[in-house]
């Protein structure tokens, strides 16, 4: 590691004092295991078509499904156009060698679809997005993945899902979204939060929006925010057998479900989380172009965090070519990249595997990298096993989002009403 | 009984939110105590069960403290409410600022290492139970606002019910502690459970605002 440019001690966004490449020389890789000296470069064509192609039956298959090509061009169009943009992505991706740039169109429009298709279908189901004490009886709360930790303790110590949804059947069963989540953990590890995450691409969105950020340093310390908040509420979870989170403090309720208010128990609830997605989601993601959500808050990100030492994939820094110039540091959207983490070669436990710092690093230092393998070896093979389930999962997640979301927007464009 | 369930679940709830911090303040000092000792999982087990032994005497004297407060002072449910719902807010404002901003020496255990060489020197005493004992007597805003709600319960076996559930709230991160090097990052942990605190401060100004507006209406 070179010990050139002075550190700082906090977190701060902004323009990194990258020193001048002096690789001018180096010519870019162009095979799947070629190491480089200089950021993410582009692959043969031919190679880069092969490679996607694994993919494009999949999306094939999987948008398909069992019932082959709709009839209906309200269908059909949705269908082609996610089928489209999903494998041009993924081209682009291998073809470029840039991770994080088309990681985040996907993810962005994968949120925004959630959100326009679960208010649609809300509204269609129920007539409202406000959720009813008697639907709340019937089971009718789709389980999400923000749930889980608070539901390990009271399902081991008293075999009851503490959350008012079903165990198996109907939309976002308990039993489904926790074997998403094990596929999820066992694959990506906390790049769940980068590649799955429903939640995470809208302030992913909101944070891309300025070119600079205005708020520049943050402190360390509340980069543990969100394992006070995980450690919060697991224990009054566990104690009150109630999803505490889900009741005071999701912030993505604004945009998807909630309780009617009929009490002020519910009336400062319905305040809090609001004010939270405002904070959180939107306004300091735009002022600091950090994903302040997923990087000092979600105790579900702090909980996927310790997943990380599990996942057979983390992203490392080459300490030969690194040349301190802090600009992973400066970027890395959830917090997890500091001075301390650099000097070890690699991330804080927090890493969301989003490819930014990859994508950034001038000195093409930083690479993905499969666990028990040198880290000079085969940087692109490795980063190409990562993109795999990586985008695999995206689009299997987000590509029915999308699609929803698009016969939607048709729905509204051809017949003037989102609902049926 | 629900009712009863819930006050035993709220004071071990304060007490496991900010024991994590207490781990933080003693660890430093009964860590380098049990190595210092060096005799086995079950000799360590042993001089923790006496360190706590100490410090769950020091709380049950805070419960009837707190206890005889509340009976001389407040005699009238909707003045206790009022009173109480004053005091659960400023407490929890407190908690608050202790958990989200750096304030120090808010516990009593920061200072035992002195006081202990102190009185080690001049008396024959039982070392980890005064420590216990020290450490129990400390007013940090958790303590505080246990104190506050055990004040508020009725009759003195229910303030003692609240501190005995608090101290066990807070003990429990006190468990590993005879299989050593399991809390490494003292810093982290420290940093982590006064955030922790400073989210359970918030839960607890909500509980002061219901409390007083309740209070009030019965004025």
């Known amino acids: ?420 | 009984m629900k009712q009863g369930i819930m006050y035993e679940m709220e004071a071990f709830l304060l007490g496991f939110s900010s024991g994590t911090v207490c781990l933080a303040y003693c660890a430093p000092v009964l860590v380098p105590f049990l190595l210092g000792e060096g005799q086995g999982i079950r000799r360590n087990a042993l001089l923790l069960a006496e360190f706590l032994l100490g410090r769950l005497t020091g709380y049950l004297i805070f419960a009837v403290f707190a206890w005889a407060v509340g009976l001389v002072l407040f005699p009238t449910l909707a003045w206790r409410q009022v009173i109480f719902g004053v005091a659960y807010v400023l407490l929890s404002v407190l908690l608050v600022l202790y958990g989200f901003f750096n304030l120090k020496n808010w516990c009593a255990g920061e200072r035992a290492p002195h006081f202990l060489n102190r009185l080690t020197n001049k008396w024959p005493v039982r070392l980890p139970l005064t420590l216990g004992l020290l450490t129990g007597f400390n007013l940090c805003p958790p303590f505080l606002l246990a104190l506050t709600r055990a004040a508020n319960s009725i009759g003195i076996l229910g303030s003692v019910r609240f501190f005995v559930f608090f101290f066990l709230g807070t003990a429990i991160y006190f468990l590993p502690m005879p299989f050593l090097g399991a809390f490494r990052s003292f810093r982290i942990l420290r940093t982590v459970g006064r955030l922790a605190c400073g989210i359970m401060g918030i839960y607890y100004f909500y509980l002061g605002i219901v409390m007083l507006h309740g209070g009030m209406r019965q004025l």
């Open chain 1, 1 to 420: 590691m070179n010990q050139g440019t002075p550190r700082s001690d906090t977190h701060s966004a902004g323009e990194a004092t990258a020193k001048p490449r002096s690789d001018s020389g180096a010519r870019p890789a162009t095979g799947m295991g070629a190491g480089s000296d200089a950021p993410p470069s582009r692959r043969n064509l031919g190679k880069a078509i092969l490679l996607s192609l694994p993919l494009l039956l999949l999306t094939a298959m999987m948008l398909m499904g069992q019932g082959g090509l709709p009839k209906n061009s309200l269908y059909l169009i949705p269908l082609i156009v996610t089928f489209l943009f999903t494998n041009t992505l993924f081209f682009l991706m291998v073809y470029t060698g840039r991770t994080d740039r088309y990681r985040a169109v996907f993810f962005v429009t994968m949120a925004v679809g959630f959100v326009i298709t679960f208010i649609a279908n809300l509204l269609e189901a129920r007539g409202s997005m406000a959720l009813s004490a008697a639907n709340v009886v019937k089971g009718e709360t789709p389980f999400c993945h923000m749930v889980i930790p608070m539901t390990l303790i009271p399902a081991a110590l008293t075999r009851t899902i503490i959350f008012p949804g079903r165990i198996l059947g109907g939309f976002a069963d308990v039993a489904t979204m926790f074997g998403i989540w094990i596929g999820a953990t066992l694959t990506l590890g906390r790049g769940f939060c980068s590649w799955g995450c429903f939640f995470g691409g809208l302030e992913d969105g909101f944070s891309r929006i300025r070119r600079k950020p205005l708020v520049r340093k943050i402190g360390e310390k509340w980069t543990y925010l969100p394992y006070a908040v995980l450690v919060a509420i697991v224990v009054i979870a566990a104690l009150t057998l109630s999803p505490t989170y889900c009741e005071w403090l999701c912030p993505f309720k604004t945009v998807t479900e909630f309780a009617a208010v009929t009490s002020f128990k519910v009336l400062v609830q319905t305040v809090m989380f609001v004010s939270l997605f405002a904070g959180l989601v939107v306004v300091l993601p735009i002022l600091t172009k950090r994903r302040t959500q997923c990087g000092l808050f979600c105790p579900m990100g702090a909980f996927q965090s310790f997943t990380n030492k599990v996942n057979a994939f983390d992203v490392r820094i080459d300490s030969e070519k690194c040349t301190d110039c802090t600009r992973c540091v400066n970027v890395c959207p959830t917090f997890s990249m500091d001075d301390a983490s650099v000097s070890r070669g690699g991330t804080r436990i927090s890493c969301t595997k989003c490819g930014k710092c990859v994508d950034e690093c001038p000195k093409g230092a930083i690479s993905f990298h499969v666990k028990g393998t040198p880290i000079r070896s085969s940087t692109g093979k490795a980063r190409m096993l990562f993109l795999y389930p990586g985008f695999v999962f995206l689009a299997v997640f987000g590509g029915g989002m999308i699609q929803g979301a698009l016969y939607r927007i048709l729905l509204l464009a051809t017949t003037g009403h989102m609902i049926k």
